[in-house]
Each structure stands twice: as structure tokens, then as C-alpha cells.
């Protein structure tokens, strides 16, 4: 949620900023600055009127005491009573509407960031080069039923398109490089969390994807519980829950964490033929990092988790570049993205395989996280950053196909055979 004190300071800046991201929303913030004016007069006017009941009730027992005839007085607190009672409603109905317009609002992007979409997107850096092939290369999907490493057929009989199912030396590979980066994580002193796969709504709200993607989650149906809980599009909408209505020292933060967790996507219905197999589906694993910081810690954070997540793909030795995102490719809810896209020969070009971005202040308003400063005793907010650290369901694409042999064998990269028994290359099953 963005400041309102920043909307009402500068509101040609903020519609601006949002205009960069593709989001005219004009409309909504001169209505907000509207109801604004109209709240801050209505709560005035219910606390004036508040004091002045207490201050009349308070006179009461003295009154009685002198003998004094107290009728006018109680006619006169009734009175204000209904007043209170009237303000209050519709201060309700202002705040309703007031509530629901700021937490739509898009976070607003950084100032560097260029206007418009994919076609503005900036590689800052190369690592690799794509390989080439003296033999005619296969595609991950042929490669991994060949290799008996991936059972599509059977993932779609027992879920529906856009499933699969991990088989034998698969589902240990994909283990594997779930273990590396878990131990890559601890290794930089991450807190491992395995957190809930199914939430409740405050989460989504918290990290901003309610109330504008409510449907494009896997909502639950539970006829003993009316409160909405939907299955985890990734760990950040948990993450970003920790420290929900907390208040934090100084000396806490950073808050360094991280979470495995199966992800759960509707999207992944519409790919395009060019996404077929693991590419993008309907469920994934993915390692999720988070970090809760100071404001001034948060541009430390955010290239500390950009450069944890080049590492884990430079260890499995692929080809691979860092995209600065346009403000219009970053999504609603940050302020800042950079992706790492990994080489996918058969697409002939890359993939995104980790996010990572920073929501500046923008999820802890929505989450009430706050954190004391030493110097003041005064809180703030806190800053709170997320990176994919790492998604498998386009990594073991690559590496399947980056390192695949002339005989269709594959070469396993060397940081995860400690995983799979010191196994150095795939072969087709006898």
C-alpha cells in the first residue's frame, strides 16, 4: 500500500510513477484524495463529539450529588449519541470505499526504471555462452522420456493438463537440486522455514495479491469454515506474512529467510506451444528468499539476493544473463525486478528461472510490520525484498538440454552428484 502521505504530497508524482507501469489511475487518486479530506473531517468530528460525551458523563455524578435535575443532561448525551452514531456510519461507508482504493493502487516503481513493457527490459549481464551442438540436439521433453526421467502422460491422467510426474533418477534430480539450494541458503545463514501450502486471505492481502488476483488462486472450499484459504502461488505470500502486526528492533533486522515449497499457478493453462512439458505448469517446486529490512539495508538486500541467485545458476554451470525489468514488466506489487533467465537451446533463448524484487514499504503498510529505530524510539516500516532461489520446473529443462550427449546420455553437473551417489551421467534405462 502506498503512503498517503506521499499521495497527498505529491500525487502528479505517483500517477506518473504508475502511468510508467501501464496503470492510468488518475481516477482513483484524486478519489482518494477526495474521501481523504472527508475521513480526517468525519474522525475530527466523532472524537470532538466523543470528548465532549465523556466530559458531560463525567459531570453526572456530581450533578446528582447536588440534586441538581439531570433530564436536559441526559437528553443532551442522547443527542450525542445519535451524532456519534451517525458520523461513525458514514465514516464506515467513506473508509470502505477509502480502504478499497488504496490497497488497488499498484506499488509504484523506482525512479531509474524506464516506462513500458518487455520491449524495454535491459540483460546488464552475460554469463556463458549458448552452447552449440555437432550433433542434431533433442529437446527436454523428448530427452526426458527417453530417459525415463519424466512421466507426462500419467501427470495429466491423474491432474489435467499442464502436470507431470517426476520418475526414478527425475524425481531424484529434482531433489538434488532442491538440496543444493537449501544448503546454499544455510551456508549464508538463511533461516529455513517450511511454511503452511494452503493460507488464508490476510496472507494474499498482506503481500499484495489480493484483492486484485483473488481469482487466479486455487481457492479451498471447507463447509466448516467461512473464512477464504487458498493454495500458495509461491512462498512470498507466506514469507511475507511473518511478521505480520509486529514491531521489530533495529538490532532484529536484517530477517533473513527462506522456504521449499510446491507452487500452485491457474495461469499455466494458457502457455503457448513453445512452453510445453515442465516449462510452466499448474504446480512447481521453487526455494523462496525473503528478507525483512531497514529502509537503508533494503539496496544491500536486494543486490545480495540478485547475486545468491546468479551463483546457484552459475554452480550448475549454465548459460545464463540478468535482466534489469522496464516498470511496466515488473509486476503490481514491486518496485524493483531483475530477473536471471536461463538458456533453453530448443526455445532458442532464455527463461526466467528467478525473480527477484524489492516491495519497498509497500507490503509491510498493507501487513502492519514495523520495526524501532535505536536512535528515536520511533518505528517505521520496514522494507521487504523476495527472490526465487530457485524455481526447477524450467533448471532442469536446461540442464537437460545444456548438457546433453551426443548418445542422449546427460551429463550431471558437478554440484549435484553428492546428491544422487557421485552419478555423473544419465543413460537411457535398460
Known amino acids: 500500500m502506498i503512503d498517503i502521505k506521499l499521495i497527498r504530497e505529491e500525487p502528479d508524482y505517483i500517477k506518473q510513477g504508475l502511468l510508467k507501469k501501464g ?7 484524486d478519489r482518494i484524495l477526495e474521501l481523504d479530506i472527508k475521513r480526517r473531517s468525519l474522525i475530527a468530528v466523532s472524537e470532538t463529539d466523543k470528548a465532549e460525551q465523556n466530559k458531560i458523563s463525567k459531570q453526572i455524578p456530581q450533578l446528582k450529588k447536588e440534586g441538581a435535575d439531570t433530564a436536559d443532561v441526559f ?7 445519535e451524532k456519534v452514531k451517525k458520523t461513525e456510519a458514514e465514516l464506515k461507508t467513506i473508509e470502505d470505499e477509502y480502504n478499497e482504493l488504496m490497497l488497488g493502487l499498484p506499488n509504484p516503481p523506482d525512479d531509474d526504471l524506464p516506462a513500458g513493457g518487455k520491449e524495454n527490459n535491459e540483460a546488464i549481464r552475460h554469463f556463458g555462452e549458448p552452447r552449440t551442438f555437432d550433433f542434431e540436439p533433442k529437446n527436454h521433453i523428448d530427452l526426458c522420456n ?30 538434488a537440486l532442491l ?13 529455513f522455514l517450511l511454511v ?4 488464508e486471505y490476510e496472507c494474499g492481502l498482506t503481500a ?4 486484485k488476483y483473488t481469482d487466479e488462486v486455487y481457492k479451498i472450499a471447507n463447509p466448516t469454515d467461512e473464512r477464504m484459504h487458498y493454495m500458495l502461488p509461491t512462498a512470498e505470500a507466506a514469507l511475507a506474512s511473518i511478521h505480520r502486526n509486529e514491531i521489530l528492533t533495529e538490532d532484529e533486522l536484517p530477517k533473513k529467510y527462506f522456504s521449499y515449497t510446491p507452487c500452485f499457478r491457474r495461469e499455466a493453462g494458457t502457455y503457448g506451444a513453445e512452453e510445453r512439458g515442465m516449462v510452466r505448469g499448474h504446480q512447481f517446486n521453487k526455494v523462496e528468499m525473503f528478507q525483512f529490512t531497514t529502509p537503508e539495508g533494503a539496496v544491500v538486500a536486494f543486490d545480495e539476493i540478485v547475486s545468491k541467485a546468479e551463483a546457484l545458476v552459475s554452480g550448475l554451470g549454465f548459460c545464463f544473463r540478468t535482466v534489469k525489468l522496464a516498470a511496466g514488466d515488473c509486476s503490481a506489487l514491486m518496485a524493483r525486478t531483475y530477473d536471471i533467465e536461463i538458456h533453453i537451446p530448443s526455445m532458442n533463448g532464455y527463461k526466467e528461472v528467478s525473480s527477484v524484487s524489492t516491495a519497498r514499504d509497500y507490503q509491510s503498510r498493507r501487513g502492519a510490520m514495523r520495526f524501532k529505530r535505536n536512535a528515536t524510539g520511533k518505528t ?4 521487504t525484498l523476495n527472490g526465487s532461489g530457485l524455481a526447477t520446473s524450467r533448471i532442469l ?4 538440454e545444456q548438457n546433453q550427449q551426443k548418445d542422449g546420455s546427460v551429463v550431471v553437473p558437478e554440484v549435484l552428484r553428492k546428491y544422487l551417489g557421485g552419478l555423473e551421467i544419465i543413460t537411457k534405462p535398460s
Open 146 to 175: 527417453t530417459l525415463g526421467l519424466i512421466d507426462y502422460e500419467r501427470g495429466v491422467t491423474l491432474a489435467g493438463s499442464g502436470f507431470w510426474i517426476y520418475r526414478d533418477l527425475g524425481a531424484r534430480l529434482e531433489w
Open 75 to 81: 437528553v443532551m448525551l442522547n443527542e450525542l449519541k
Open 179 to 191: 538440496n543444493y539450494f537449501i544448503d546454499a541458503h544455510v551456508a549464508d545463514g538463511y533461516e
Open 380 to 383: 517505521e516500516f520496514m522494507h
Open 397 to 400: 529443462p536446461a540442464l537437460v
Open 23 to 29: 496503470h492510468d489511475r488518475s481516477i482513483e487518486i
Open 196 to 199: 503452511p501450502h494452503m493460507l
Open 208 to 211: 499484495g495479491q489480493f484483492p
